[in-house]
Nanobody, 115 residues
């Protein structure tokens, strides 16, 4: 079994920072692309950022210059450093990983930006 577990969400004031982590555990042979997605209330789940096994990154336009995705392949972990947070970043953030050619999602971690 493979598990994907996010952590690091919380309540932050506008302009603040948060770092999300996502650890993949279990019977892992290969992890390809890992990524973060967000889902705001009443909206669809949207891409935030992805990173390939080779380190190629892709970002949604709304987070470019503010968010940084990285991964530690030795720990099967992906991170999302979020800076200069805005109220519109408020959402549940989900981690996604291509593990052994199958798609896995975490349970989500809530991020709330409010003064």
């Amino acid at each position: 079994q493979v598990q994907v577990v996010e952590s690091g969400g919380g309540l932050v004031q506008p302009g603040g920072s948060l770092r999300l982590s996502c650890a993949v555990t279990g019977r892992i042979f290969r992890i390809r692309t890992m990524g973060w997605y967000l889902q705001a209330p009443g909206k669809q789940r949207d891409l935030v950022a992805t990173i390939t096994a080779g380190g190629i990154t892709n970002y949604a336009d709304s987070v470019k210059g503010r968010f940084t995705i990285s991964r530690d392949s030795a720990k099967n972990t992906v991170y999302l450093q979020m800076n200069n947070l805005k109220p519109e970043d408020t959402a549940v953030y989900y981690c996604n990983a291509d593990v052994n050619n199958l798609d896995y999602w975490g349970q989500g971690t809530r991020v709330t930006i409010s003064s």
